[in-house]
Each structure stands twice: as C-alpha cells, then as structure tokens.
C-alpha cells in the first residue's frame, strides 16, 4: 500500500522517540495501531458491502433478462441467476410456512 522502506521507518522512530519521550512512546505506538486497524476494517466493511451490492445488481439485471426472454430458453449464467432468487425467495418464506 505504502512504500516505506526501512529507513523511513526508522527516522519517524527516533523522531517519536525524541518528540515523545521512552514515556509516552508505546502509549503512541498501541493508540497509532488502533485507529490503523480501525480504519481498515472500515474500509473491508465499505468493500464487502459495494462487492455484495454489486451482486445483488448483477442478478437484479440477470433477472430482468429472464423475464424478457419469458424464462425459457436462458443461458446458463441467467439459470444460475434464476435458481439462486428462487432459493433466495423459498428460504425467506420458509419460517412463515404453515405446518
């Protein structure tokens, strides 16, 4: 992601630690990952929802053309698209179904 090499790493070390102080330093240090980490599993969280809008887009066209072609006939990407909201569909009426 970054390009920061060993020297760099280094510099901004002993320029925390000088700035800083041995005190404070791995207060900074353990704080400075946190909002790293944080940060990132915001941006996995933001990713994994644009990948599974993509998604739902996707089969939401794929249906569209289904229903075009009068679900005869289809390709076999446009089946898949077909059978997977139909199971999609089955499985949200499935604790609604009457004994």
């Known amino acids: 992601m970054f390009d ?5 790493i280094l510099l901004i070390g002993v320029l925390a630690l000088i700035v800083l102080g041995p005190e404070r330093l791995p207060g900074a240090i353990r704080s400075t990952l946190k909002t790293v980490r944080s940060v990132r599993n ?3 969280g933001f ?6 809008q993509l998604r739902v887009h996707e089969l939401h066209e794929n249906l569209k053309k289904a ?18 909201l139909k199971q999609a569909a089955e499985s949200v ?4 179904k009457k004994p």
């Open 4 to 8: 920061i090499g060993f020297w760099e």
């Open 42 to 44: 915001v941006a996995s």
């Open 47 to 52: 990713k994994e929802e644009v990948e599974h």
């Open 67 to 84: 229903e075009q072609q009068g679900l005869k006939d289809l390709s076999p990407e446009l089946q898949n698209s077909v059978d997977e």
């Open 93 to 96: 009426q499935e604790p609604y």
